[in-house]
């Protein structure tokens, strides 16, 4: 069974700093990874996609890397802003199935 | 890119009484959307599967007679909380794959929550 575990639950920076989030999982066999942004009380917002055969995506000011055979991705994000501040959830697709399974998710604050 | 529509994003309900949860998608086409539900400072637990045209594929624990899904056309997917009860009470979410594409991820709805008094 798929387990999806991130890390750290909670991360709290000063504005401007440059951070990574982490994301696990304990089955390699997957399609593709997705990050998403949801803010309190509101549904998710995709930020990037990874297929199981890239190694990274960016958008702007974020970069999404994967490393398959360890079982691992990281959300890089630069130049934070308190707009950035959300939780973070990361979400596996199993080839052969189109279910996600989401880890518990960061809860990012950016401080003035 | 695919946008999904969710409604309402708020409701209050009394005990005992049933709730309609509308999930949209806006210009393309879902054969499969999905259902969520997520307690306060979990993450997202599946709850189903929706697929149009035919019955939908409910997760292991979930309650069928509960929570009816029906997915009647290609981009509108409902979920009928049936007499709710205060543990009902949470914040559901529903997903559509999004179309074929570059960008082959899903896409959620807003999200709606749901008070049971």
């Known amino acids: 069974k798929q387990e999806v575990t991130q890390i750290p639950a909670a991360l709290s920076v000063p504005e401007g700093e440059n951070l990574v989030l982490n994301c696990s999982f304990t089955?390699?066999?997957?399609?593709?990874l997705q990050w998403f942004r949801q803010d309190p009380g509101k549904g998710l917002t995709s930020l990037l996609l990874?297929?199981?055969?890239?190694r990274e995506q960016t958008s702007g000011r974020l970069n999404a890397s994967l490393d398959k055979s360890s079982g691992r991705s990281t959300l890089y994000i630069a130049a934070s802003q308190p707009g950035d501040s959300a939780t973070y959830l990361c979400?596996?697709?199993?080839?052969?199935?189109?279910?996600?399974?989401f880890g518990k998710g960061t809860k990012l604050t950016v401080n003035p | 890119g695919a946008v999904v529509s969710q409604h309402p994003s708020r409701v209050i309900c009394k005990s005992g009484t049933s709730v309609k949860i509308e999930c949209r998608s806006l210009?393309?086409?879902?054969?499969?959307m999905f259902w969520y539900r997520q307690f306060p400072k979990q993450s997202l637990m599946l709850m189903a599967t929706?697929?149009?045209?035919?019955?939908?594929?409910?997760e292991q624990g979930v309650e069928k007679d509960k929570f009816l899904i029906n997915h009647a056309s290609l981009t509108l997917s409902t979920l009928t909380v049936t007499s709710a009860h205060p543990e009902d009470s949470s914040f559901y979410i529903c997903?559509?794959?999004?179309?074929?594409?570059?960008?082959?991820?899903?896409?959620f709805g807003s999200g709606t929550r749901l008070t049971v008094v």
């Open positions: 997903s559509a794959r999004d179309p074929p594409g570059a960008y082959y991820g899903y896409t």
């Open positions: 089955d390699s066999a997957i399609y593709n």
């Open positions: 990874i297929q199981s055969s890239q």
């Open positions: 979400a596996v697709t199993q080839g052969g199935s189109e279910k996600l399974v």
């Open positions: 210009d393309f086409q879902a054969t499969t």
């Open positions: 929706s697929n149009e045209g035919s019955k939908a594929t409910y």
